[in-house]
Structures are given as structure tokens and as C-alpha cells.
């Protein structure tokens, strides 16, 4: 029986209200003990002083690009950037070639990720075949082959019918919607952020309206039929507030943010050109602020990445005609501690919620938790390690980050998957 015993770690697992130091007995790829003082043999000891160890971080939107893509990202890539971030569960959004909207390709990337033993895989798959807008999926299908939720990501739900029709589908199996709210007639064109910098570059500007009014429609929409609703990477001011509201209402509506959109402003796109463009974009401080004080109470569910690599040959074309997105798996907990921790805005144990259990909840999966008989998938991390993150020196194998060269001030050490370690700095 394969056997891992972790010692002398501060063990936070917020939904299972554990902080302190305790060590871990894993056999057979779960956790079987945990107390202050463990003995006994094991094939491998690891000695976890000076360290956290917390429940395997849960990514719920990336992009892993394959099948498709793969000049910017394999499936192989970016899991290995996931393990390397603390990640050990992930679910890719299905904007593929072809689009992630049948059983067969669902299937697939489970069974491919599983032969990879890396991180977990658990799909997101479209609301409609080809995210065209027509014809919703076989929601039924794609949950027995392994989907956990339904998006269009990239482009909106087209109409309100459907966004309706979905959400009672899915209501009835218990997964979510998950919206890239975003009116295209309002975000036609856009390159950045409508404001100051868009206007002094030249460049088509996106508003916050794109935004807002499709968060408005989905969340009405939402209240009509008591479905569950995710926001994905919400950006701005009206939003933050208008899923607020609806929290206080008691409708099923959840959001995440990612770390660019609590770390950066519009304004970085002067320095970082193409690698500060992504779609939201990065907004005014204003919205920024939003953001954090969502965070701080309560109303941000999950701090998600948004992984989004792109080759090297596409972020360098002109701006307006580089694509949207940013890589973001190896840099989330260090922006996270950065940003939030270390500035004093949430506790260390807020920001593991946010990257384990909360969003965890979301996907209905019984991982992100450190529990006696739960899986032993666990992240190490030392949250004083001074680094400095180069992206080319990353996992992924693009490296479009606007992080490259920033220095940092805590890191994953060590991750697991289900008993396996699969990573280590």
C-alpha cells in the first residue's frame, strides 16, 4: 500500500475548520489520519516544517486549448503549469476546435488527463453546439461523461430564451451556467478598457455596460427560474454590486475573479501592451476596488485564472489584433498573497477558501478539503519565499504573462494528487 506521511505543517482546511500543526497520514491516495504527532512507517516521509500545507487549490476556468490549439498549449503543458501553481483539480473551458459540445470530446479529456496523472480534469462543456447560439447541448450526456457545468465561454448565451431554457436544464442536474457576460453589441471592436488610456492609444474601448447588462439579464433571468448562475471573471464596479444584491435576495448566483483583474488597472497596457490585453478587460481603479471589497465580504465565491495561453506569434501582432488573454496558473497564489494577503485585505485562510473549497462547491466535487477518508490531493506552500517569476521559465508553454519579472513573496512548494506527489520546487 503506498503510504506518505506529512509532518510538522500548519494544516488550514477551512471548511473543515482545521489550523494548526498537524501531520497527515496518506495511504492509498487518501488521507486516513490526521493528528498532532503521527508514527508509524511509511515509504515516504515528508517533513513539512516552516511550511502550510492545504487542500489541493481548484481552478474552475481555464483554457487548456487542446483539442485544437496546440501550438499555444497541449493538455500535457498545461497541466504541468497547474501542478507547478498548487493546482490540483482544473476545469477547461470548452471554447476548443472543435468546441467541447459532445460527450465523445468530454470523455476524452478526462480519460487523457487521467492517463497524464497530473491535475484532475473536469470539464466545463458548451451551453450550445459550437457556443453557436442555436441549439442547447445534450446537457444530460455531457454530465454523465463527465461535465460539471455549461458555458459559452469567450461570447455570452446568445438570447434570453436560451439562457433561460439552460438554466432550467441544468437546474435539474444540479450544475451550473456559467456565463462570459458581455453584450457584443456594446463590446464590438473593443480592444481595452473604454476610458482615458483607450482614447489616448486610438483604441476601441470596451465599457462597463458590455458587462453590466448581461450580468442584469442573466441574474433576472436566474431569479425567474431559481437556476444556478456562476459569473465568470466579473470585472467591474455595477457587477460586483448587482451579484451582491442578488446574494441578499437568495438566488443561486455565484462569481469568481482572477488575479489580473485584482492586480492590475487599465493603465498597464501602457507597459505591458498585448500581454495586458484580455477580455474582460483590466478596468479603472475604481473597479479594481470593487473587486477587492468583494472579495473581502463574501461576495466573490472563487479566485479563478482564466488561463489563457497564446503563442508567441499571435501576442506579438499589433494590439488590436493580438488575442485576448493572459496565462495566469503559476502566478495565482503569489498574486493572491501579494495583492490580498500580505497587504492585510483577507487572511491566509480566506485566500485558501477562496482557491479550494469555495469554489469547489461550485463544481459540486468533494475535493478542496483536507478530511479523514477525503482524497489527498494537498498543495504545500510557503508564504514568505522570495522569488522572482520568470515566465519563460514556466511550465506552460506560452508565456504571455504581464507578471514576467515580478518578485514575489510566497510559493507552492510541493503538490499532490490523490497520494502521488506530482510536482516540487
Not at 497541466?79 to 470530446?105: H, I, K, Q, W, Y
Not at 425567474?224 to 442578488?246: D, F, K, P
Not at 475604481?286 to 471589497?293: G, I, L, P, Q, W
Request: hydrophobic letters at 40%.
Amino acid at each position: 500500500m503506498a503510504r506518505l506521511l506529512i509532518r510538522n505543517g500548519r494544516v488550514i482546511s477551512p471548511a473543515d475548520e482545521l489550523d494548526g500543526q498537524l501531520d497527515l497520514l496518506i495511504e492509498d491516495g487518501e488521507i486516513r489520519e490526521i493528528a498532532p504527532k503521527l508514527s508509524g512507517h511509511a515509504y515516504e516521509t515528508l517533513d513539512a516544517g516552516g511550511q502550510i500545507v492545504a487542500p489541493g487549490f481548484v481552478d474552475i476556468h481555464v483554457h487548456l486549448r487542446e483539442p485544437g490549439g496546440e501550438v499555444s498549449e497541449t493538455l500535457e503543458t498545461g497541466l504541468r503549469a497547474a501542478v507547478a501553481g498548487g493546482f490540483t483539480s482544473v476545469c477547461p473551458m470548452p471554447n476548443t476546435r472543435p468546441v467541447n459540445d459532445n460527450p465523445e470530446l468530454t470523455s476524452w479529456l478526462v480519460r487523457r488527463s487521467e492517463e497524464l496523472k497530473l491535475a484532475r480534469v473536469f470539464p466545463i462543456a458548451a451551453v450550445t453546439m459550437g457556443s453557436q447560439g442555436e441549439t442547447l447541448t445534450d446537457f444530460a450526456a455531457l454530465v454523465a461523461a463527465g461535465a460539471v457545468g455549461f458555458s459559452d465561454d469567450g461570447r455570452p448565451v446568445k438570447t434570453e430564451s436560451l439562457m433561460k431554457e439552460a438554466l432550467k436544464k441544468a437546474k435539474d442536474l444540479g450544475v451550473p451556467i456559467i456565463d462570459h457576460c458581455e453584450v457584443p453589441e456594446l463590446s464590438a471592436g473593443g480592444i481595452i478598457n473604454e476610458g482615458v488610456y483607450s482614447k489616448a492609444l486610438g483604441l476601441r474601448g470596451i465599457p462597463n455596460s458590455a458587462e453590466d447588462d448581461c450580468i442584469a439579464r442573466d441574474i433576472r433571468i436566474a431569479a425567474a427560474t431559481g437556476g444556478r448562475l456562476h459569473v465568470a471573471h466579473l470585472s467591474t464596479v455595477g457587477g460586483v454590486q448587482m451579484v451582491r444584491e442578488a446574494k441578499s435576495r437568495g438566488l443561486q448566483v455565484t462569481c469568481e475573479v482572477t488575479p489580473h483583474h485584482f492586480s492590475l488597472t487599465d493603465d498597464a497596457v501602457r507597459r505591458y501592451g498585448t500581454h495586458a490585453k484580455m477580455n474582460p478587460p483590466l478596468r479603472k481603479t475604481a473597479d479594481v476596488e470593487a473587486v477587492v471589497a468583494g472579495i473581502q465580504d463574501g461576495v466573490v465565491d472563487a479566485i479563478v485564472t482564466d488561463h489563457a495561453p497564446h503563442a508567441a506569434e499571435l501576442k506579438s501582432r499589433p494590439i488590436a489584433e493580438a488575442p485576448f488573454g493572459v496565462i495566469g496558473l503559476e502566478t495565482s497564489l503569489a498574486l493572491g498573497l501579494k495583492q490580498l494577503v500580505h497587504s492585510g485585505k483577507i487572511t491566509l485562510s480566506q485566500l485558501i477558501a477562496l482557491m479550494t473549497s469555495k469554489p469547489a462547491r461550485i463544481i459540486n466535487k468533494p475535493v478542496g478539503r483536507i478530511q479523514v477518508g477525503g482524497v489527498a490531493d494537498l498543495t504545500l506552500l510557503d508564504p514568505d519565499l522570495e522569488w522572482t517569476y520568470r515566465a519563460a521559465d514556466g511550465y506552460s508553454k506560452s508565456h504571455n504573462s504581464p507578471f514576467d519579472g515580478w518578485e514575489f513573496r510566497g510559493a507552492v512548494t510541493a503538490t499532490i494528487v490523490g497520494g502521488r506527489t506530482v510536482f516540487r520546487r
